[in-house]
């Protein structure tokens, strides 16, 4: 089965401090993405990377970056914290190609409360 | 530009009565559909997916959904609810202008009484 593990279920972290998200994928998929998910909002993509060292914004990247530089690991930075950054973080990946390019396996979340 | 609406944000049913979780899409040609299920605290698992072939797809866990594309429709169902079916449920489309990105919907709640 593939996996996807995300470095912390549950972090706190103070207005202003640099944090990072880390995923990492067990399946060789080229394709990694980063959601944040808020009560109403659904998922809303905001990085993806389809390559080592490359990558593309989704629809909310403001106050975000992110970093793949080995294929099984793709961090999610947020420079400078703030409160509305405060949400529960999701880690996916797929394959490159095909059908099955669009199936997405997804990571167990972390919960980042910014206080 | 491919679309999804979940139209109920919440939906309550009594354990052992059946279920159905409404998603429509926008979408030019033959999507790619899924349905993901999210236990509490607990990241998105693919129920089931449709991607060509016969238009009534069995997934995990005894759901199955129904692809009609005159309806742009592509419902959830499950003849018998059980208490741990209570989660959120999400439908996603993908394959929009090549991408291989899924769009997918704001979720619809299920709560199961006893």
């Known amino acids: 089965d593939v996996k996807v593990t995300q470095s912390s279920r549950y972090l706190v972290k103070r207005t202003g401090e640099k944090v990072f998200l880390e995923c990492v994928q067990d399946?060789?998929?080229?394709?990694m993405f980063w959601y944040r998910q808020d009560p109403g909002l659904g998922l809303r993509l905001i990085y993806f990377s389809y390559d080592v060292k490359m990558k593309e914004k989704g629809d909310i990247p403001e106050g975000y970056s992110v970093s793949r530089e080995k294929k099984e690991r793709f961090s999610l930075i947020l420079e400078s914290a703030s409160t509305n950054q405060t949400s529960m973080y999701l880690c996916?990946?797929?394959?490159?190609?095909?059908?099955?390019?669009?199936?997405?396996?997804f990571g167990p979340g972390t919960r980042l409360t910014v206080t | 530009a491919q679309s999804v609406t979940q139209p109920d944000i919440h939906i309550t049913v009594s354990e052992g009565a059946s279920l159905e979780l409404r998603c429509n899409y926008s979408?030019?040609?033959?999507?790619?559909l899924f349905w993901y299920v999210q236990s509490p605290g607990q990241g998105l698992q693919l129920l089931l997916k449709y991607f060509s072939g016969d238009t009534l797809v069995q997934g995990i866990k005894g759901f199955e959904a129904e692809f009609k594309r005159s309806q742009s429709s592509f419902n959830l169902r499950k003849p018998s609810v059980h208490w741990s079916d209570a989660a959120e449920y999400f439908c996603a489309v993908a394959g929009g202008g090549g991408s291989y990105i899924p769009t997918f919907g704001r979720g619809t709640s299920l709560i199961v009484h006893p």
């Open positions: 399946m060789d998929h080229e394709n």
């Open positions: 996916a990946s797929s394959f490159p190609s095909g059908p099955g390019e669009y199936e997405q396996y």
């Open positions: 979408y030019g040609a033959t999507p790619y």
